[in-house]
């Protein structure tokens, strides 16, 4: 599939997928989020990747859903002929860890989107936001479900009702993001901490991924199972006795194709 929507670069092991509608600050469209579908699912099954990285331009990761392509729909086009949002969660299958690069504006599906990668490196240049209660309708990605778990009720109350921006530091000090660097650095340090997640054994982080995304949708004893049949199920692969191993020997793992 040509992407028209999309850059796509590999970097070793790390796939990056760059959202690419410069002129509408990166608004998500349907062509934009089926194709990123495409990407996600090919990269997701391809054995030389072990990492990918989503990102956007350093002016926007997105501005949100595409309101000039929705201005006019109607609820029938919404919930049904069109349905806004049957091609937006193919980001949630994706087995792999998947970095959200994000730089200047966030807002909207764009901030919905970043909540659904596995972790956020943000320039310092970010702005986070929910704006939709100013064009009228409410988040649909998840906007009201995701922030208040990720940064607080009060917070995220706040975003959601008045639509104020949140700026890198202060989603750093919530918890929305892990880390904090320089516009011009981003890339680079998403790139570093892609590489360093490729080199583990991509099943193993399969499993942790899976792991701490269970404990979002279940109780702490069963999360806790969960884990531990992981643990167990750990002892199978070549990539414990290659750990353990290199550990004993005091020599680096190699876990390629682990
Ligand atoms: N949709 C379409 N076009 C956009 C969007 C957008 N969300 N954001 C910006 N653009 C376009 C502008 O229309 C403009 O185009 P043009 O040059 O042709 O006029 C271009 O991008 C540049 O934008 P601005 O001139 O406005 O740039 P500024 O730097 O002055 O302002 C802002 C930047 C603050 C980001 C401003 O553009 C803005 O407020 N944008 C809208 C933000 C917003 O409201 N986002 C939420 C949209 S609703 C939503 O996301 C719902 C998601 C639900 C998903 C459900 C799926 C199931």
Redesign the pocket.
Known sequence: MEYSDLLIETHGRVAVIRLNRP???N?LNDNMMNELGDALYKFDADPAIGCIILTGSEK?FA??????AMANYDYADTFGGNY??RN?EHILNVRKPVIGAVSG?V????C?LAMMCDFLIASDTTKFGQ??I??G?T???GGTQRLPRTIGKSKAMDMLLTARMIDAAEAERTGLVSRVVPADKLMEEAIAVGTTIAAMSVTVAMAIKDSVNRAFETTLTEGVRYERRYFHAAFGTPAQKEGMSAFLAKRAPNFDGL
């Open positions: 002129k509408a600050l608004a926007a501005a949100g859903a595409d309101i000039a806004i949002g937006w504006f807002l909207g599906g764009g919905e704006p939709e100013r064009v309708v988040p649909g990605a």
